[in-house]
T-cell receptor, first 112, second 110 residues
Framework: KNEVEQSPQNLTAQEGEFITINCSYS?????LHWLQQHPGGGIVSLFM???GKKKHGRLIATINIQEKHSSLHITASHPRDSAVYIC??????????????FGKGTKLSVKP | KAGVTQTPRYLIKTRGQQVTLSCSPI?????VSWYQQTPGQGLQFLFE???????NKGNFPGRFSGRQFSNSRSEMNVSTLELGDSALYLC?????????FGSGTRLTVV
């Protein structure tokens, strides 16, 4: 079993729809990241969170530390949101820096 | 401010050769980390450097190595290349606000 599981693997939506991508992890973490990767490879860090909720424009990320679960929401989706969204967790090694462990990604396609 | 710069963008090498990739972080960032991305394994952590010291290492063979210079620029080296080393290699520089990734170097081993 992977330490970081994302669902769904693939998601197709119509423009304007509300989208949710889920991430579950099984290890102790100090932070969780949501990343966006467009075709061509470039990765953009969307959020880094260790508790609660963050919002940036149409994007909202939440994390529940007790349940080891995070969600990324996109409101009023647009074709330019089409990308792979990757969840990554920063493992907690007893207070010292750990490694980033990545989920397999969710491929989102938003149709006009 | 300038982003993270990786060179070269594309590289083709032959099995058995060695390769060196370069990463220049955002000015002022002292932490640089490296990642390998393949279709089968996804993104995997290679190593992290901070102030010229390797702070963490992922689960990769010793053929993969790296270093960081006093100006925070980092290089990674892969020796005795194998076909399975074909991948997108990404570096990221880090500050307290998070990670900034470079565009990557796409390595093809033939």
């Amino acid at each position: 079993k992977n330490e970081v599981e994302q669902s769904p693997q693939n998601l197709t939506a119509q423009e304007g729809e509300f989208i949710t991508i889920n991430c579950s992890y099984s290890v102790g973490i100090s932070a969780l990241h949501w990343l966006q990767q467009h075709p061509g490879g470039g990765i953009v860090s969307l959020f880094m969170l260790s508790s609660g909720k963050k919002k940036h424009g149409r994007l909202i990320a939440t994390i529940n530390i007790q349940e080891k679960h995070s969600s990324l929401h996109i409101t009023a989706s647009h074709p330019r949101d089409s990308a792979v969204y990757i969840c990554a967790v920063f493992m907690n090694y007893g207070g010292s820096q750990g490694n980033l462990i990545f989920g397999k990604g969710t491929k989102l396609s938003v149709k006009p | 401010k300038a982003g993270v710069t990786q060179t070269p963008r594309y590289l083709i090498k032959t099995r058995g050769q060695q390769v060196t990739l370069s990463c220049s972080p955002i000015s002022g960032h002292r932490s640089v980390s490296w990642y390998q991305q393949t279709p089968g394994q996804g993104l995997q952590f290679l190593f992290e450097y901070f102030s010229e010291t390797q702070r963490n290492k992922g689960n990769f063979p010793g053929r993969f190595s790296g270093r960081q210079f006093s100006n925070s620029r980092s290089e990674m080296n892969v020796s005795t290349l194998e076909l399975g080393d074909s991948a997108l290699y990404l570096c990221a520089s880090t500050d307290t606000y998070g990670y900034t990734f470079g565009s990557g170097t796409r390595l093809t081993v033939v």
